[in-house]
């Protein structure tokens, strides 16, 4: 979900789907939480109110039930995947294509005089192709090196 900045001491973005009813907020400690049944005159307040955190603390916080998303490693919102893995055979590009595709958007972000849109397109495009090499190498270390399995009974912790 696409969250846009705020201006307040304890929240950083905000963000709202209309389809879901969902509000998305990101506090300046990199906690993201979703907070449900949402309605869309509760967001516009929300970004619209003169202090963003009392309206928060005073109509949403104890309001709505919430859930706290959960963050990869490079601090980006997880795209969740409950079971299985991601594969290279499973994307359309083979990793080494990712990468190709990753460096000419941010040399086409790099050109004088492109629109800032188009930099911004790029950039974005980038961070996709990141993020995506990223799912592959994670699962293919799952693939190599799963859990060891568990054998025998645990150890009764003994005093010192």
């Not at 409950?82 to 790099?110: C, I, Q």
């Amino acid at each position: 979900m696409h969250r846009n900045p705020v201006t307040s001491s304890n929240i950083k973005s905000v963000g709202y789907d209309e389809v879901g009813k969902i509000l998305e907020v990101e506090f300046q400690d990199g906690g993201v939480y979703q907070y449900k049944d949402v309605e869309p005159v509760v967001h516009q307040e929300l970004v619209g109110a003169e202090s963003v955190g009392k309206y928060f603390h005073q109509k949403i916080k104890k309001v709505y039930e919430f859930s706290r998303v959960e963050l990869d490693v490079t601090g980006d919102k997880e795209e969740k995947q409950e079971e299985g893995v991601f594969k290279e055979e499973d994307s359309p590009l083979t990793r080494d294509e990712l990468r190709n595709l990753r460096d000419r958007a941010m040399s086409l972000s790099r050109v004088d005089g492109v629109n800032p849109l188009w930099v911004e397109a790029y950039v974005l495009l980038a961070t996709a192709c990141d993020r995506i090499d990223a799912m592959l190498a994670r699962s293919e270390e799952k693939i190599a090196d799963p859990a060891p399995a568990f054998s025998g009974d645990p150890q009764e912790p003994t005093e010192a």
